[in-house]
Antibody, heavy 118, light 113 residues
């Protein structure tokens, strides 16, 4: 079955960096685009970024553009999110989500919590 | 960016009664392909979101048939024919027609009366 397992969350000071990882299994990872979606505590869902299956095309939400970098290693079935210049408002659970063939996100991981605080 | 607006934001329903959630988009969600990329997600307390419906009315595998989606253009609805206790949670609509960004509705919290 499809599994997405995120890791790398934690507490970090404003202005610092953090890298999230997501290991995929149960499907052919290299055939699918992958998203990061986040959810601030007690709030709704916010799309963050997507990387398409080949890894050569990415798009970002305006709120993270220029600070976050999405990447993937298809040989390791792993998705990454490099988060730089972190802000308090980046505090959220970050979900790794599979893109369903242009229809939109379908399967979600369990999420990893990032807390940005001094 | 397309703005998605859900209503109501909270819903209290008696077990066995129907529930309906509206989602409106600021622009038509009809894609140039002719498809409409409007999806619905359920997030139970303490869990990750789970997709229920894709392309307006297609139920995902394993989703009970009491869940149905309908609508067109800018107006969409998620209906639960008879609410069960396991349906408690927050429901989100998502547009995937015009991106980036993919945009979610604010969420509708369903509770049992």
């Amino acid at each position: 079955q499809v599994q997405l397992v995120e890791s790398g969350g934690g507490v970090v000071q404003p202005g610092r960096s953090l890298r999230l990882s997501c290991v995929a299994s149960g499907f052919i990872f290299s055939n699918y685009g992958m998203h990061w979606v986040r959810q601030a505590p007690g709030k709704g869902l916010e799309w963050v970024a997507i990387i398409w299956n080949g890894g050569d095309n990415e798009q970002y939400a305006d709120s993270v553009k220029g600070r976050f970098i999405i990447s993937r290693d298809n040989s390791k079935n792993t998705l990454y999110l490099q988060m730089n210049s972190l802000r308090v408002e980046d505090t959220a659970v970050y979900y790794c989500v599979r893109e369903f063939n242009g229809v939109g996100p379908d399967f979600w991981g369990q999420g990893t919590l990032v807390t940005v605080s001094s | 960016d397309i703005v998605m607006t859900q209503s109501p934001l909270s819903l209290s329903v008696t077990l066995g009664q129907p529930a309906s959630i509206s989602c409106r988009s600021s622009q038509s969600l009809v894609h140039s392909s002719g498809n409409t990329y409007l999806n619905w997600f359920q997030q139970r307390p303490g869990q990750s979101p789970r997709r229920l419906i894709y392309k307006v009315s297609n139920r995902d595998s394993g989703v009970p048939d009491r869940f149905s989606g309908s609508g067109s253009g800018t107006d969409f609805t998620l209906k639960i024919s008879k609410v069960e206790a396991e349906d408690v949670g927050v429901y989100y609509c998502l547009q995937g027609t015009q991106w980036p960004p993919w945009t979610f509705g604010q969420g509708t919290k369903l509770e049992i009366k």
